[in-house]
């Protein structure tokens, strides 16, 4: 196999470091036990939270966000033809390469990319596994609150020299 590129860490209020930690090693086993090309968890606005990919493969910002609008126009699918929720996959086959996306949760899908070689039922099957191991990780409450990653100590400093800097001008 290649080398993996994994995401790197964007701190926020999205993931904390731990649960994006407990994330990468869910994506690398589903991308190992299936050979992908490339596995991502996606946010609904098309921003990457992780990803696990073998080489590299055109601007993966742009996939995720074409694949946040296809999976858009799934959900309003399902809302016009009366489904109770939305569809929990699409699959889209290409020559060379299939990309599956499912949904993890309300709030968030996988993007799973694979060659033509890989059965689909496989990936069906370890995707579904790996959506059960996200959902807890996804659903835990960090310990680093958004509140607190914004104002984390660095900022609070700035804050606190700017104020000296300020008081010391009206003197």
């Known amino acids: 196999m290649n080398n993996l590129v994994e ?49 590299s493969h055109g601007d993966q910002n742009a996939l995720a966000t074409l694949a946040a609008g296809s999976y858009a126009a799934m959900r309003e699918l399902a809302k016009r033809l009366g489904e109770k929720d939305n569809f929990k996959m699409v699959l889209h086959e290409g020559e060379t390469h299939n990309i599956f996306i499912s949904a993890v949760g309300k709030d968030h899908f996988l993007i799973v990319i694979s060659g033509k070689g890989v059965a689909m039922g496989m990936v069906r099957l370890f995707t579904k596994r790996t959506i059960e191991d996200l959902g807890p990780i996804l659903k835990q409450t960090s310990s680093e609150s958004s509140i607190d990653q914004l104002f984390n100590d660095n900022f609070e400093s700035l804050l606190s020299d700017e104020l000296d800097r300020s008081l010391k001008e009206k003197e």
């Not at 090693?25 to 990803?51: E, F, P």
Request: proline share 4%; hydrophobic share 40%; charged share 15%.
């Open 7 to 55: 995401g790197q860490f964007n701190p926020g209020p999205a993931l904390s470091k731990a649960q994006f930690e407990s994330v990468l090693t869910c994506l690398a086993q589903l991308s190992n036990k299936l050979r992908l090309t490339a596995v991502l968890l996606v946010d609904n606005s098309g921003r990457i939270m992780a990803q696990k990919s073998e080489g």
